[in-house]
């Protein structure tokens, strides 16, 4: 009962003080102030993106990105077909461990999601 007194002192504590009108004021001027901020780096960003050098310099990068993207999507399907191969030369090592990553998968989750 007293955690429940003491929340309600700070909840009419916090009520009484967003209801002044100096806190209000003040928090206004932040908000402004805070708005302006973001709009002073939005404008310095788009400067820095127009120039001609940061974009030839971003387009190198995403064409690097997309190689690694096509690399990887490569790698990950001769992965796959290798996988595959495994499971098919050996079934019962394959539905083994695939129990055993069940378990193992199992016992974690109930052992983070216990009943409170």
């Given at each position: 009962?007293?955690?429940?007194?003491?929340?309600?002192?700070?909840?009419?504590?916090?009520?009484?003080?967003?209801?002044?009108?100096?806190?209000?004021?003040?928090?206004?001027?932040?908000?402004?102030?805070?708005?302006?901020?973001?709009?002073?780096?939005?404008?310095?960003?788009?400067?820095?993106?127009?120039?001609?050098?940061?974009?030839?310099?971003?387009?190198?990068?995403?064409?690097?990105?997309?190689?690694?993207?096509?690399?990887?999507?490569?790698?990950?399907?001769?992965?796959?077909?290798?996988?595959?191969?495994?499971?098919?030369?050996?079934?019962?090592?394959?539905?083994?461990?695939?129990?055993?990553?069940?378990?193992?998968?199992?016992?974690?989750?109930?052992?983070?999601?216990?009943?409170k």
């Amino acid at each position: 009962m007293a955690l429940r007194k003491d929340v309600e002192k700070k909840a009419a504590e916090l009520k009484k003080a967003l209801l002044d009108k100096k806190n209000q004021e003040w928090a206004k001027a932040e908000i402004r102030k805070r708005i302006a901020e973001g709009k002073e780096k939005l404008e310095k960003l788009e400067a820095k993106l127009r120039d001609p050098k940061t974009r030839k310099a971003l387009e190198k990068k995403a064409v690097g990105y997309k190689k690694r993207a096509l690399a990887l999507k490569v790698k990950i399907k001769a992965e796959a077909k290798k996988a595959e191969g495994h499971i098919r030369n050996n079934p019962k090592q394959a539905v083994a461990t695939a129990a055993a990553v069940g378990v193992l998968v199992g016992t974690l989750w109930s052992a983070f999601h216990k009943k409170k």
